[in-house]
């Protein structure tokens, strides 16, 4: 592969012109196409499978509106001493209200609290109309499916509920399961503040405007092409609204750190006095390939989250790989290009009169060589030290709860939140998350009645709406309003009791079938599968990443303590993040007013993105501190002079990655937020505590036997020179503006 991607980065590098021209075409092709025929974006939580699935299936099956999609209109007096039970003007508005909400486009209808007013206080206030106080007032309205809707539908919505409160006596305010399928959160606030982050940290580490140019226009141009392909690959897979968001969050990250890997070994080519082609081809070939060993270790694991059965895991995972593999191209063809028309002007380090060479800055540093030998000097105490500190935030894991983040969670701004508070301060919390139980009463429609009573009296659920039956249909459904928030752990106790002792008790013998559904229903399904698949999916991730650890060091204790360590880093940043979230330390500062619950799938899809990552720096650090071994034999010096040659780039590295991430978590939305603050920790951890640390102590203490492996595992394994130069021609020396290096003068120079 060496020699392939040498032949690659010689031609990109001596013929710019024409791999920008093929990129610009193929950026204008797909951005054109996209705009022209790509499809919508959408949002499906469907999962087989799932009970909550089931009660999904079965309204839909009936043709059932309760199998749509619905939004919450809620009002109150403007006049905190007015309620609808006294006051007309309220009335006459709450009709007026109604009408105009079933005029909107896609509407298939919406309770009528004004009817239901007008028959009495006690009736408004029994069906849930109605606040018991009188001073809140709730309109459910009914969407068809989500397939037949779009984010017009919730814009239209939106627009109605601006021009309803001009002039009103009545606050108006909405929300439900539309927003959540249709609202986006803002974007571009985390992917400026990463790159601004970024541009600062490769000023200082390259000294070069260019040479910190390069990877930021490299990440870019790759980021805006991926994104700009979603639309059309979902003509293959359903790809979820919020996948381009995740995509740019991941993708920009490590476009910027594959290309700094690239320019960096560029820049130690060109100080030995290598031409600007041979140099690039060089850069392409070592860094490069481990660039392309990285990315694809990425995308692996990030591929495996289809092991959970989650189709919108899935669909996440394959655009998020799909903007990985087009930065791990860009890398070896894109990047190659911009540094051939670079040419020299990448081998000074600095600004003005105090520029030197690149190779007396890229070389090893000696204050990284006496921090190796420091920690070399230490290994029993930084080794039992750093992973006892790694085991203690870890250990806020114990408490971990999986659930879904509700609108009570999102800032006052929104009327989402306004309208979740309105509500459950008049009806209490379990009306933000009602739970929509299917029953299927083809065979007998007799249970309907005594499962609703046994379901009235379970102490979890508050009231229940009245039974709605369809006899041609032979589908029942009853929606009961639990006594907790939707994010409550005790509103998913709940549900499992429901299903596991109120269902069988109520039914008995007969063939009827009861499901929950719903969206609280949905996601605590969804937690359920994810926490059951997790440890399939990290055993799964774990053993190829060995393998692939294997190959490539030829080690057996290489890769089984990287695996090791990167374990430590994310359990690390799950602790933060239940720390965080759960307990709340420090929750204003990321912008939140109240703890929350894990996101159900957030710790699967952390671990694949992060054991992935993780790798870029396992693969660099270890590249070097192999490539020094087998030149010298021995282990310790090895070890130091890896630190000492890779530390300054990985913890440059880290630092974009992290600014990056962290820049997302400023956005509103909490599962960004907490997908940000995660990546940014085990960044953090890995790229500092773990690779500066712990691995370096470890390996000092494993000594020889970092090494080993049986004679006749080395045999079978294939060869893959990950970094070195073994196998490629001749390296061409420049000869104008070159001095060759002397006795006393050790590096070259360039005059």
């Known amino acids: 592969m060496s020699n392939a991607l040498y032949r690659l980065g010689r031609m990109c590098a001596a013929h710019p012109w024409r791999v920008i021209g093929i990129w610009l075409l193929a950026s204008v092709l797909i951005i054109g196409l996209s705009g022209t025929v790509g499809r919508e974006l959408e949002d499906s939580f469907n999962v087989p499978g799932l009970d909550s699935q089931e009660a999904l299936d079965l309204l839909q099956t009936a043709q059932s509106d309760s ?66 106080d009188g001073r809140v007032a709730l309109i459910t309205v009914q969407y068809p499916v989500i397939e037949e809707l779009s984010v017009e539908d919730l814009e239209n919505l939106k627009e109605w509920r601006v021009e309803a409160n001009e002039d009103s006596p009545l606050q108006v305010e909405a929300g439900g399961d539309l927003f959540f399928s249709f609202e986006q959160p803002e974007t571009g606030i985390g992917e400026l503040i990463g790159l601004v982050v970024a541009v600062i940290v490769l000023l200082l580490a390259f000294g070069s405007v260019i040479a910190m140019g390069l990877p930021i226009g490299m990440a870019i141009f790759g980021l805006a092409l991926g994104v700009s392909a979603m639309s059309l690959i979902t003509y293959l897979i359903d790809i979820p609204s919020w996948a381009p968001q995740m995509g740019s969050m991941i993708g920009l990250g490590v476009g910027i750190d594959y290309a700094l890997f690239v320019v960096t070994r560029h820049r130690e080519f060109l100080g030995r006095g290598l031409t600007v082609v041979d140099s690039v081809g060089r850069a392409a070939a070592t860094a490069g390939q481990a660039v392309i060993f990285a990315g694809g270790t990425v995308v692996v694991a990030i591929l495996g989250l289809a092991v959970a059965g989650i189709p919108f895991m899935t669909a ?32 000074k380090f600095g600004f003005g009169r105090g520029r030197k060479e690149a190779a007396t800055q890229d070389a090893v540093t000696g204050r990284w060589e006496r921090w190796g030998g420091h920690v070399a000097g230490n290994a029993w105490a930084y080794a039992i030290g750093v992973t006892a500190f790694l085991l203690l935030l870890t250990s806020p894991v114990l408490d971990l709860q999986l659930g879904f983040p509700d609108a009570g969670t999102t800032p006052d701004s929104r009327t989402e939140r306004r309208a979740y508070d309105l509500v459950a301060d008049g009806f209490g919390p379990g009306i933000n998350g009602p739970l929509l139980i299917a029953v299927d009463v083809s065979e007998d429609p007799s249970v309907v009645e005594p499962l609703a009573q046994a379901i009235n009296a379970d102490e979890g659920v508050a009231a229940i709406a009245p039974p709605q039956v369809d006899l041609d249909a032979g589908v029942a459904t009853i929606v009961a309003f639990p006594t907790t ?26 063939p009827a079938r009861a499901h929950v559904g719903g969206g609280t229903a949905s996601f605590a399904d969804i937690g359920e599968k994810v926490a059951n698949r997790l440890p399939l999916f990290i055993a799964a991730v774990i053993i190829l990443s060995f393998l692939l650890l294997m190959i490539v060091f030829r080690s057996i204790l290489v890769p089984l303590k990287a695996a090791l360590l990167n374990l430590l880093s994310i359990g690390a940043a799950y602790g933060v993040l239940v720390a965080v979230f759960q307990w709340g330390w420090g929750l204003g500062l990321i912008g939140l007013e109240s703890t929350v619950p894990i996101v159900s799938f957030l710790p699967m899809f952390m671990f694949a993105i992060l054991f992935g990552l993780s790798m870029d720096y396992e693969v660099f650090l270890l590249s070097r501190v192999r490539e020094e071994y087998l ?58 505590i773990v690779r500066m640390v712990l691995v370096p102590a470890t390996m000092k203490l494993m000594g020889d036997a970092n090494w080993w492996i049986p004679e006749w595992l080395d045999r079978l394994l294939p060869t893959v020179d990950i970094e070195g130069e073994t196998g490629l021609p001749a390296a061409e020396m420049r000869t104008e503006g070159y001095v060759a290096p002397v006795a006393d003068n050790p590096e070259p120079a360039l005059v």
Do not use: C, W, Y
């Open 316 to 347: 996440a995972g394959i655009s998020t790989s799909f903007i990985v593999l087009i930065m791990v191209l860009a890398s070896i063809t894109l990047l190659p290009a911009f540094l051939g028309l670079a040419g020299l002007r990448l081998a």
């Open 67 to 132: 199998a749509g999609q619905t939004a919450q209109v809620v009002m109150t007096p403007n006049d905190p001493n007015a309620s609808f039970f006294t006051s007309p003007e309220a009335q006459a508005e709450l009709a007026q209200i109604h009408s105009e909400l079933t005029a909107l486009p896609e509407v298939l209808g919406a309770t009528n609290a004004a009817e239901l007013l007008a028959a009495g206080p006690e009736i408004a206030a029994q069906a849930g109309a109605i606040s018991p």
């Open 631 to 688: 030149i010298t034999g021995d282990n310790d010096s090895s070890v130091i002079h890896g630190i000492a040659s890779t530390a300054r780039v990985i913890t440059s590295a880290a630092l974009i990655m992290i600014s990056v991430f962290l820049g997302f978590v400023l956005g509103d939305d909490p599962i960004i937020k907490m997908m940000g603050l995660g990546l940014a920790t085990a960044i953090f951890v890995d790229a500092t």
């Open 485 to 510: 928030s939707p994010q409550d752990a005790a509103t998913f106790e709940t549900i499992k009791r429901l299903r596991a002792d109120v269902f069988p008790d109520a039914i008995g013998d007969a």
